[in-house]
């Protein structure tokens, strides 16, 4: 609805999910003229950095280890996650919580990982998200969109170019005494003055 209401929502969603969401629309909605150039969404660990920078980079460390990861750390293919303030266990692989992770086997231990933080754990509330938001704005226009088009056209930009706009506004109604300073500084200088002569308009 905030779509269809030209209105702006900043909903902390990281940038990831949307991507997972435009992986996620609908072969109905037209989609399937472009999968060429829309590979399908598979969860990376650049991807769990936006969600937990720690986490992440905890796993990255178990893949730089340069001593016997079985002895020295000692991890298994098996999770302990928070439930609402209940501690689960969720192995990765069958068997998991027995099988130690060895230097052949981290590379599958963080790819499980991974997958299943940003991906099984959350599947049973994501898509009914995901239906929902294509029910309300499926259509052929927004399969050309890619994810990170998706993130701006929900949350729009976070960085906020004051000197474009001062550049490509259009000044009614108000005059500026003064030039634009040298090096693409196009903030108010030093001896600058605006005045207005009568209310001011930007289009």
């Not at 030209?6 to 472009?34: C, Q, S, W, Y």
């Not at 969600?51 to 178990?62: F, G, H, K, V, Y």
């Not at 192995?91 to 998991?96: A, C, E, N, Y």
Request: aromatic fraction near 10%; include cysteine.
């Amino acid at each position: 609805m905030a779509i269809y209401n030209f209105t702006i929502l900043d909903v902390p969603f990281p940038p990831f999910l949307f991507r997972k969401l435009a992986a996620a629309a609908p072969p109905n909605m037209g989609v399937e003229l472009h999968q060429g150039w829309r590979p399908p969404w598979r969860p990376q660990l650049s991807d769990l950095g936006q969600l937990d920078p720690s986490l992440a980079r905890n796993l990255q460390t178990i893949l730089d280890y340069e001593g016997n990861l079985a002895e020295d750390i000692g991890v298994t293919f098996a999770i302990d996650t928070d439930c609402y303030g209940r501690v689960m266990s969720y192995s990765l692989i069958p068997g998991g919580e027995h099988k130690v992770v060895t230097e052949k086997k981290r590379d599958e231990y963080v790819e499980l990982y991974v997958e299943y933080l940003l991906d099984k754990s959350i599947r049973r509330q994501f898509e009914p998200f995901a239906r929902g938001f294509f029910n309300v704005c499926g259509g052929n226009a927004l399969s050309l969109f890619r994810g990170e088009e998706i993130e701006l056209l929900i949350r729009g930009s976070g960085d906020l170019d004051f000197c474009a706009l001062r550049t490509n506004a259009v000044y009614e109604n108000w005059t500026t005494l003064g030039a634009v300073g040298d090096g693409g500084d196009c903030g108010t200088q030093e001896g600058d003055e605006t005045s207005p002569t009568a209310d001011p308009v930007i289009q």
